[in-house]
């Protein structure tokens, strides 16, 4: 879940923040709540494409690394 948020944000950040410039806080704000509002117009369902069994294979591969890495 965290990824998609970020994901969201990176979005913001670089289709209406980046290419905006602001004098105020105002103007940045309305900028932001104009993006969400256009984004919530056209929005789409997120469709999850890995299975659970992919999913735990990652989990296993990434405990294993984490588990072979000393700690100080």
Do not use: C
């Not at 944000?9 to 209406?16: C, H, P």
């Not at 806080?25 to 969400?36: M, S």
């Amino acid at each position: 879940m965290l990824n998609l948020v970020e994901r969201w944000f990176r979005e913001i950040t670089q289709q209406r923040i980046r290419r905006g410039v602001f004098t105020s806080v105002k103007q940045l704000k309305a900028a932001i709540y104009d993006y969400v509002e256009e984004h919530n117009e056209h929005a789409h369902g997120f469709t999850w494409t890995a299975t659970p069994e992919e999913i735990l294979a990652k989990v296993r591969r990434a405990r294993a690394t984490l588990d072979k890495t000393p700690t100080a």
